[in-house]
């Protein structure tokens, strides 16, 4: 995932001449940090990018709150199907029970 990050320009890293192994400053480690906590709360690398590039984090402010409102509407969805399922439950736990 690291060459990939590096492939779209998230972080940078810096060869040595007759070194096979890539080498990454504190600045491109923070960065891998930040890239890593922001894919665990399921932002997008396009998101992320842009995150990583806004210097004055309005964008940034604008990209978490969109990512709030799908997280609320995703809890939303999930509610109602566990209500469904639960309803379906109570049913079948009701057809059981007389058929007993």
């Given at each position: 995932?690291?060459?990939?990050?590096?492939?779209?320009?998230?972080?940078?890293?810096?060869?040595?001449?007759?070194?096979?192994?890539?080498?990454?400053d504190?600045?491109?480690?923070?960065?891998?940090?930040?890239?890593?906590?922001?894919?665990?709360?399921?932002?997008?690398?396009?998101?992320?990018?842009?995150?990583?590039?806004?210097?004055?984090q309005?964008?940034?402010?604008?990209?978490?709150?969109?990512?709030?409102?799908?997280?609320?509407?995703?809890?939303?969805?999930?509610?109602?199907?566990?209500?469904?399922?639960?309803?379906?439950?109570?049913?079948?736990?009701?057809?059981?029970?007389?058929?007993?």
């Open positions: 995932m690291i060459r990939y990050y590096e492939k779209l320009g998230l972080i940078e890293s810096s060869c040595q001449e007759d070194y096979a192994y890539r080498v990454y504190k600045s491109a480690i923070y960065r891998l940090q930040l890239i890593l906590i922001l894919r665990k709360l399921r932002i997008p690398l396009k998101q992320i990018e842009c995150i990583l590039n806004d210097p004055d309005m964008s940034t402010l604008q990209i978490l709150r969109e990512n709030v409102r799908d997280i609320n509407e995703e809890v939303a969805a999930l509610k109602t199907i566990r209500s469904i399922i639960d309803m379906f439950i109570a049913h079948l736990d009701e057809g059981i029970n007389k058929n007993i």
